[in-house]
């Protein structure tokens, strides 16, 4: 049966992407899109980076308010609070309820609070802060206007991020990351390196592989002793899916809500994109990925498959970027603790990750060209493997040339 209500929960980036999209692919039913936070749908990738110098959230909007009239997309604001299957309805907390043919859950994650002592009393008071929201952004440009000192609890994208706006800001900056390299779960050795010997030439005072193990309002204390003041403490450790409303529906979750390569739950009438998503990636085995990009990607593909009807599954190529300083690192393809690295030869620092012979993913730092060429070569129906790479003078953009996508 035809879709003629389409309910997206989530209104952020993916969950706009996805009603923007039905518009855009010729679906002429009822659009709802519910978002709990109010005003319109925005960014948040630039949260830690354009808008912590600038501080203008117009320049975050995703669209005017005409934007929305004029597609036709009903914006409701409210939170979910169940999905009744059998009468295909979603709950709110205020007691409304909408109906729907077709959902889509683009639910998101929020903030990993690890169980370290203090912090989840010194989050609730806001002493501590994460970065998820404009509000969160907000306060956090507020507490780098005040100066002083800024503790940053984890060394992934966001954290790095922060780390290099507060300390162009003036503040003196310590970064606290319990593994022993940055950004340890997503980049090879080599970039992590690199970034390590950029926040330091900063002047960012980085300390990898010590964990924090108590937190007060502006102190952190690590696991060797050592107790770190903060005017300003920022925790980025991570997130977890908002899967909570799916599995109280009786979906499929495990590390997010299970989907298959169409992206459609366990549920055919419910699908499921982002951060809150798990699927069948690349090499079959379930990723789900903390990316706008792979948002946005799997918005699109929802809409088209109810708009048009194409049953196809999803294969984009994943792809990422974190803005430090002057920096821009750039990431093609998924790469796993087991691969090895191959760093090619020139003045710009590009780094292959293969899988015994095949590449399966490629770093770049102030690199766009030979990034987007490797986009282009993952997204080929073949493998390409490091010796033909090696045969072409690791030059991925004369091998894009020729690449068949």
């Excluded at 923007?20 to 948040?44: C, H, I, N």
């Excluded at 929201?133 to 100066?147: M, P, Q, V, Y």
């Excluded at 294969?315 to 090895?340: C, E, M, N, T």
Aim: aromatic share 4%; proline share 5%; no cysteine.
């Amino acid at each position: 049966m035809a879709a003629d209500r389409v309910v997206i929960v989530g209104a952020g980036q993916g969950g706009f992407q996805a009603a923007a999209s039905l518009r855009q692919d010729g679906f002429a039913g009822r659009v709802t899109l519910l978002g709990d936070e109010p005003g319109l749908p925005y960014q948040r990738p630039p949260l830690s980076k354009a808008y912590m110098k600038d501080g203008d959230p117009k320049r975050l909007a995703l669209r005017a308010e005409a934007f929305f009239a004029e597609a036709a997309i009903e914006r409701v604001e409210g939170r979910a609070v169940a999905i009744d299957r059998a009468a295909a309805r979603v709950g709110l907390a205020d007691g409304r309820t909408l109906a729907y043919d077709q959902l889509i859950l683009a639910t998101g994650a929020r903030n990993v609070v690890p169980p370290i002592a203090g912090l989840a009393d010194a989050v609730a008071s806001r002493a501590v802060v994460g970065l998820r929201t404009l509000g969160d952004a907000g306060l956090l440009r507020e507490r780098i206007a005040a100066g002083g000192r800024a503790v940053v609890i984890g060394g992934g994208f966001i954290g790095l991020e922060f780390a290099a706006v507060a300390r162009a800001a003036g503040l003196d900056v310590t970064v606290v990351e319990a593994a022993d390299r940055l950004m340890a779960r997503v980049v090879s050795p080599e970039i992590s390196g690199h970034f390590l010997d950029l926040h330091r030439s900063l002047g960012v005072d980085v300390r990898p592989g010590v964990a924090a193990t108590a937190v007060e309002p502006g102190a952190v204390t690590l696991a060797d002793g050592d107790r770190v003041a903060g005017d300003l403490i920022l925790l980025a450790v991570g997130v977890r899916p908002n899967a909570e409303l799916a599995a109280e529906a009786g979906l499929g979750v495990a590390n997010g809500v299970v989907v298959d390569g169409r992206l459609v739950t366990s549920d055919p009438a419910i699908s499921a994109l982002g951060d809150v998503a798990s699927y069948p990636g690349p090499d079959g085995a379930p990723v789900r990925l903390e990316s706008v990009q792979a948002a946005v990607d799997h918005a699109r593909h929802i809409a088209r498959r109810i708009a048009t009807g194409d049953m196809a599954d999803y294969a984009a190529v994943p792809w990422f970027w974190s803005d430090q300083g002057d920096r821009k690192l750039q990431i093609a393809g998924l790469r796993h603790p087991g691969h090895r690295t191959v760093v090619v030869p020139g003045d710009r620092l590009v780094v292959l990750s293969l899988d015994g012979d095949v590449l399966k993913a490629v770093e770049t730092v102030n690199a766009p060209a030979p990034h987007m060429a490797a986009r282009r070569l993952l997204a080929q129906d073949r493998a390409l493997t490091a010796g033909e790479i090696e045969a072409a003078g690791f030059d991925l953009v004369a091998l894009a040339k020729g690449a068949k996508v």
